[in-house]
């Protein structure tokens, strides 16, 4: 339970672990003891799509500085169907009491709070994805764990190498030279034979950058790493330019080398993509459920579906991947309730101006 003015918000999570709408709720009321009152806005914490989903079974809690944050558990589910990881997204309260997580862009780099009342446009740092289906290429690959999983954006499909020994690598062709600002290693439990910790059990990589794929420079070097790593995030200290990145193994505790996805984030040189046109939103028969579609956009990496109980509360986002189509069943409203729909588009440039909101009727 969480207070904010005079009003009291029971969290709870919605049935579903196991799926990518797993869902934090909230209920209202101005006694802690009852009664309570479905919000009419739920869901509060909705990670459906992106990197990493679902956002349920969280707590929310306020930093040094007094802002609020949301925790939740996203679903990984390959060694156990509950198989989790902890989430953390910006949080809030608006004038009117409505609580909202926000989760959009919620698996991109942002930067840490330095004072009270930084927004969440103001923490994300605008750093894009720019490995999404990337060409790979790498030093061996073991059964059906390809190396074109690592730019796939699924933690639950990954790459094995044949041999977990020093010296196998990673390439990654960006396509064109971008400014690389950061990159995140993420390895997968693979048969791992670990069910502990001890001195063995510590991460050590290489990651080089390159123009032209010949000559090479090392931009990250963890050989010296004492600490185990599992989702190492590596900010460089400064942009590199560069069209290529390689990651080179050095150890891992694991009996096998197995890495789920090798996240390059960064700018490219090119401007904001343009918005999506023919935005139109449908409710169907089952009034939780809406049809949301637009027109496809040559080059865009993925659009961002922001949605909500009024025009200037769209604090709900469904990521998607332009791979994906450009129709989204919604199958997350409230029965009786009215609901708004805006959409965005993001490349590897930056992030389109949001489209005019419409209603979902």
Known sequence: MTKHGGRYYLQYGAPGTEYNVYATGVSTAT?????????????VAYKPGGFVQGAGHG????????????????????????????????????????????????????WLPTKAGQTSAELFTGWMLLAYRKSVTASSAHDSFPASNI????????????????????TIDLGRVSDVKAVQVNYADYKSGLYGTDSSVYTRFRLQSSVDGRQWTTIAGLSDETRDRPDAYIELPSPVRARYVRYEHIHVGAANLAISDIRVFGNASGPRPKTPADLSARRLPDQRDAIITWRPLPGAVGYNVRWGIAPTKLYETYQRFADQGTTLELRALTVGQAYWVAIESFDENGVSALSPPIAIR
């Open 31 to 43: 006694d802690p003891f009852g009664p309570f009152t479905y919000a009419p806005y739920n869901p």
């Open 59 to 110: 707590n929310t809690f306020q930093d040094v500085y007094g802002n609020w944050w949301n925790t939740g558990t996203p679903w990984i589910g390959v060694n156990w169907n509950f198989e989790r990881r902890i989430g953390l997204h910006p949080a809030g309260f608006d004038a009117d009491g409505q609580m909202y997580v926000d989760t959009r862009f919620g698996d991109f780099p942002h």
């Open 151 to 170: 730019v796939d954006e699924n933690p639950r499909t990954f790459w094995v190498a044949q041999e977990n020994r020093p010296g196998e690598w990673l």
